[in-house]
């Protein structure tokens, strides 16, 4: 591998300024639909591997956790050189993981690339992932062409007939089109995203077995569904891999149909930056110019044991070179950038430079987290946050169990943190005991065990994992009158559910704060607000929505960060159970400030407003929201009740259910609360015969039964007062 990464650097370099022969591709689909096995494939093809071992080193695995248990948990970047048609091409590729609990590896993966290759398994079909990463592919504005991969089993396995292939083949594609007209019409329809065999855009194929196949392919082969079938019947399909071989095929058509980065960034910047398209900047952005300022997205931190934290993202324009001082989006400082280098899997080599278009690895950013915009630029609008599907459902308390790894522990807190946006972590010195909130029970267990105890060396005690509430009301509140300490300052707010439609827009990143201010009040206003409400909008945080709808008081305009403040002290813990809050509109609409600076400072108005929100939050009918996960479960027809039962005797509903030959589909819905124990308990009930997942589905009410009880114990849990707090525990 040495000496073959070696000769590949070089030829990587030559490549790197040439656009329009590179390719950004993310490698996504349905857990164990083969991703990685395929990645290594075009490993193989490019010399990087030899192709006796791709399929069976998972060279994108490295990770001795990923080795150990079969699945993928990071995304990992290489970076390559494949010849089409006498043409040398540079591939940046990302095989990311279809773990539902790394979904965000996916979602931050997509920002990176400009196309992707989803795979899906030819026997499983299209399954629940690989419609929410082909929903993150879109929404980034990042092209699909699709892989039906383990077509050898569709054979040798489910022993189709030679005539039902295309059938069979053409059902997967008409169902993800299908995905794909619903999620984005204007991809479909306006842009020709529509996959089709014909055009090349669909390929099909073994990755274990390194062939492939395509419509075009065919022609230049003469290997068609009728050989394949053949091939495969015959067991012969190491002559089929070397005739027709899946590296070949696909490389095709992925620098055929998935765009180089010019073609790519005028399509994905308006998506993802929300600056001013006609100045220079974003001129540069938009045309990936080299030659101009460097403005990078940061999609990935690493560290490395002897490189340390390693930053790895796209640079969308300029030139990175050693010794360039960033501005760290979100910072008020400057890094200078160390060292620039191209990704080779678990290795990285280091290069003079790396121009616009390309995916780098750079070190000293030491202030940038997963999601920072680093730029020479002062000021720089920053690229929009990334949006992930998924949110923290499910928490675990650590403590160092030797004392003396306090401070180390507190350190690998926030880096874990930095690393990863979708984990979230709660520092608490005074008692030493932090909270980790994650994904699900597999990203806590990666987290602690692999993260902090395997690579830091820490041991820890790890509580059982608890849910994650959320609070918001459903009712309104208001005028409620908050007093700042000294009485002289006074905050009139009205409490309002935020309307669905905004909620939605913000949580998947239609909306921002960032957008240019016309431009955002006009989505707003078509989103059903108010013209007055949408002119008024000051600050969003989390999914909660600040307006400021009062007229000509001063010194309101220098008080307002305090105020903002006091708002999300009072949202970070709702008042109901110290939970985060979610979905809550605060109009302020009228203040009383005193007039000498002194006595309207931050120990006077941060408590005023804070009050105001907290007291108003619970007169609106305050409202505990639990996360619930759809559940699918595919099991044997003679299994099917015992299933169902496993989810409706766990407060769930089934949506749905398939029929598909002896096998049962069912879709269902449970809290997570309810879920502890699952796989156990459906292993018992279904003899061991069902195959499930779950997947995010989002923050519904506790029933009202239990909303009180469950308060209640929360707050036990947390050392609060075991009582239902009420409005005049926080206003006066
Ligand atoms: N029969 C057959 N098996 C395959 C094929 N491709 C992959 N597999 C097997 O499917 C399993 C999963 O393959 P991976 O490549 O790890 O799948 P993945 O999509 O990367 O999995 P995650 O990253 O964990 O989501 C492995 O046991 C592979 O050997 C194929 O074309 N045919
Ligand atoms: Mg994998």
Same mark, same amino acid.
């Given at each position: ?6 000769? @590949?650097?070089? %030829? ?126 879109? %929404? ?126 005028? %399509? ?75 990704? @080779? ?46 949110? *923290? ?75 994650? &509430? ?64 949408? $002119? ?18 001063? &010194? ?18 709702? *008042? ?53 996960? $759809? ?102």
């Amino acid at each position: 591998m040495a000496t073959r990464g070696k000769k @590949m650097v070089e %030829r990587v370099k030559d490549l790197m300024d040439k656009p329009t022969l590179i390719r950004n591709i993310g490698i996504c689909a349905h857990i164990d639909h083969g991703k990685t096995t395929l990645s290594d494939n075009l490993l193989a093809g490019s010399g990087m591997i030899s192709m006796d071992l791709a399929g069976k080193q998972l060279f994108m695995d490295f990770d001795e956790e990923e080795q150990a248990r079969g699945i993928t948990i990071n995304a990992a970047n290489v970076s390559m050189v494949h010849e089409v048609a006498g043409q040398e091409y540079l591939i940046n590729l990302i095989d990311t993981p279809g773990h539902v609990d790394f979904g965000g590896d996916v979602t931050r993966a997509m920002r990176a690339v400009d196309g992707a290759v989803v795979v899906v398994d030819a026997v499983e079909g299209t399954m629940p992932q690989t419609e929410t990463v082909l929903r993150q592919a879109l %929404r980034e504005n990042v092209k699909p062409i699709l892989f039906i991969n383990k077509v050898d089993r569709l054979i040798n396995e489910l022993k189709i007939e030679k005539k039902d292939m295309p059938i069979r083949l053409g059902k997967v594609i008409d169902h993800v089109n299908k995905l794909v007209k619903n999620m984005s019409p204007e991809h479909y329809e306006k842009d020709n995203w529509k996959l089709d065999a014909a055009k090349g855009t669909v390929c099909f194929g073994s990755a274990l077995y390194k062939w492939a196949v395509s419509i075009p392919s065919m022609k230049n082969t003469g290997i068609g569904f009728n050989e394949v079938y053949d091939y495969c019947k015959a067991g012969n399909m190491k002559e089929l891999s070397q005739k027709s071989p899946l590296h070949a095929v696909l490389l095709d058509s992925v620098v055929h149909h998935l765009p180089d980065p010019l073609e790519a960034q005028k %399509r994905r910047i308006p998506v993802i930056w929300r600056g001013d398209k006609e100045s220079k900047v974003g001129k540069d952005l938009m045309t990936a110019n080299p030659n101009e300022e460097v403005v990078f997205m940061v999609t990935k931190i690493l560290t490395d044991p002897h490189a340390g934290e390693v930053a790895v993202g796209r640079l969308f324009a300029g030139t990175l070179e050693r010794g360039q001082e960033l501005y760290i989006s979100g910072t008020a400082v400057t890094n200078r950038v160390q060292s620039v280098a191209i990704s @080779m899997g678990a290795d990285r080599v280091e290069v003079e430079k790396i121009p616009a278009g390309n995916i780098a690895a750079v070190t000293g950013l030491r202030d940038a987290i997963v999601g920072s915009t680093g730029s020479t630029v002062r000021d720089m609008t920053p690229f929009e946050a990334i949006k992930h599907v998924s949110e *923290p459902v499910m928490t675990v308390a650590v403590e160092a169990k030797n004392m003396k790894d306090l401070p180390k522990l507190v350190e690998a807190l926030r880096q874990v943190a930095k690393e990863d946006p979708t984990v979230k972590v709660e520092i608490n010195e005074e008692t030493g005991e932090h909270l980790i909130s994650g994904m699900g029970e597999l990203h806590l267990e990666i987290v602690t065990k692999s993260r902090i105890t395997r690579d830091r060396g820490i041991e820890v005690i790890t509580s059982e994992p608890i849910v994650v &509430y959320r609070e918001t009301v459903t009712g309104t509140a208001g005028p409620v009158e908050g007093k700042s300490p000294n009485k002289h300052n006074r905050f009139y707010v009205y409490i309002e559910p935020l309307e669905q439609p905004i909620f939605d827009a913000i949580k998947n990143g239609d909306f921002s704060m960032n957008m240019m201010e016309l431009e955002r009040r006009k989505l707003l206003e078509s989103l059903g607000m108010e013209k007055e409400q949408a $002119k008024g909008v000051t600050h969003v945080y989390g999914t909660n929505m600040l307006i400021d709808q009062t007229k000509g008081i001063q &010194y309101l305009k220098e008080t307002m960060e305090l105020i903002i403040e006091g708002m999300e002290e009072a949202l970070k813990n709702g *008042p109901l159970a110290r939970e985060p809050a979610q979905g809550i509109k605060i109009r302020l609409v009228d203040v009383k400030l005193h007039e000498d600076a002194v006595h309207r400072g931050p120990a006077q108005v941060i408590p005023a407003v804070r009050s105001a929100i907290q007291g108003g939050v619970l007169m609106a009918n305050s409202t505990l929201l639990e996360p619930v996960q $759809k559940v699918f479960i595919s099991v044997p027809q003679a299994q099917m009740g015992a299933a169902v039962r496993e989810i409706q005797g766990r407060r769930g509903v089934i949506n749905d259910i398939q029929s598909e030959g002896d096998m049962s589909i069912i879709e269902g819905q449970a809290p997570v609360a309810e879920l502890f124990g699952f796989a156990s308990d459906i292993r018992g009930a279904t003899e061991g015969r069902a195959l499930w997942n779950t997947e995010f589905l989002g923050f519904f009410p506790v029933p009202a039964s239990m909303q009180n009880e469950i308060v209640i114990n929360i707050r036990k849990r947390k050392g609060l007062k075991a009582e239902i707090p009420r409005p005049s525990d926080f206003l006066e």
